[in-house]
Each structure stands twice: as C-alpha cells, then as structure tokens.
C-alpha cells in the first residue's frame, strides 16, 4: 500500500488549513490510520488516529482544534486543521498500519505564518 499526503501550504494564526492523503495499492489490510508531525529540530510527535470503527484520538496538543476524518470507500485520510498556532508549523505525515506493519506517507508542510 501506498500513502500520498497533500493540501499543506502557508496559513495565519487562528485559520484553517487541510492536509489530505490518498491510500492506494493494496489497501485491504489498512488498519487504523492516523497523523505525524515533525518541526524543525524535534521529533516525529504522534496527533491524531482514526481507526476502521471510525473512533478517533488526539493528542492533547491538538485536541478540540484537529479533526481527523476518513472515506473508507475511497480510502482517503484528511485532517482538517482550525485555530492554527505557529508551534503547529511542521512537516505532517498520513500514518498506517497495514497488516501490523507501519506505512508512511511523505510528508507535506504545514507553516503557521503571519
């Protein structure tokens, strides 16, 4: 299975933004999918799953401001992003697991800019 994200970009403090990511392959054995993120200098942080009963999780930095929605039908993952801060800029990667092993997307950028 492949994972391809989109939608980040450049966007003020307090907006909104999506990021998007499109499942592909043999998508079969998708599990629970979810998001990562990665600001300069730190560590991946995990923010968000969504599992295939549709029961979501946040980290508590996100919550009440993310919301991670999913089509199972055309097997694609958003995340919708609202009340940006400047800590969420970040390189945001779409999360898998695919039969017990963990797929990855490559990761787009998210900049929380005045």
């Known amino acids: 299975v492949q994972l391809q994200a989109s939608g980040g970009g450049l966007v003020r403090p307090g907006g909104s933004l999506r990021v998007s990511c499109a499942a592909s392959?043999?998508?079969?054995?998708?599990?629970?999918m979810g998001w990562y993120r990665q600001a300069p200098g730190k560590q991946r942080e995990w923010i968000a799953y969504i599992n295939l009963d549709g029961k979501r999780w946040y980290a508590d930095s996100v919550k009440g401001r993310f919301t991670i929605s999913r089509d199972f039908g055309n097997n694609w993952l958003d995340l919708e992003l609202s009340s940006v801060e400047v800590g969420d800029t970040a390189v945001y990667y779409c999360?898998?697991?695919?039969?017990?092993?963990?797929?990855w997307g490559q990761g787009t950028l998210v900049t929380v800019s005045s």
């Open positions: 999360y898998g697991n695919w039969r017990g092993s963990h797929r």
């Open positions: 392959g043999n998508t079969a054995g998708l599990n629970t």
